[in-house]
């Protein structure tokens, strides 16, 4: 009879009814983590974004040291394709160990979103250097950078919004500075907060 017990202990609670209200509050959450998934790019690369910020400091010692502003400028041109680079391969990597496809919705509205800015600021650029107006180059590509992370983050982690508009902020103060303060802020801004924020991700976001 001591063994009776537990089995129509066991019985009588496996009989009881569920609770609706905490059933609808699990597929509410279900529906809003899978939801948040199917809308989110993941795939922005935290270690890439590490390395990118190392070689940015890199370059600003470089172009810092050059006598020229044009030499120093060549230096951030390359940098630039180098930047360009990794981040790409970084996000192709991190998209293929997640299971995401770069080709996804997430992913495309992420870079329709990202291009327009950066197209702006490539434009900008060139034209400040046709016109000889080197001084203001450094301040715009922080701006039009920041500018375009801001709003393709808006369909990524909530932190990457965050980093733009922070590269907004460097941009502004660099038009502020004198000119000679243009390096030590893009090594601030390209440098710094991609470590930073770099770090953040990978340990977040799954690297």
Known sequence: ?????????????SEKPVNISDRAIDNLAFIRETMARSTQFTAVPGYGGILMGVTACVAAYIAS??????????????EAALAFAIGLLAMWQKAKLGGQSLLSTPSRKFAFSFAPPMFVGVVTVLGLWKFGQYDLMAPVCMLAYGAAVACGGAFSARVIPVMGWLFMACGAIALLLPTKYADPMMAVSFGGLHIIFGAIIARRYGG
């Open 65 to 78: 040291i050059q006598v020229y502003r044009v030499d120093s400028l060549t230096v951030w041109l390359v």
């Open 1 to 13: 009879m001591a063994n009776v017990t537990p089995l129509r202990k066991q019985e009588a609670e």
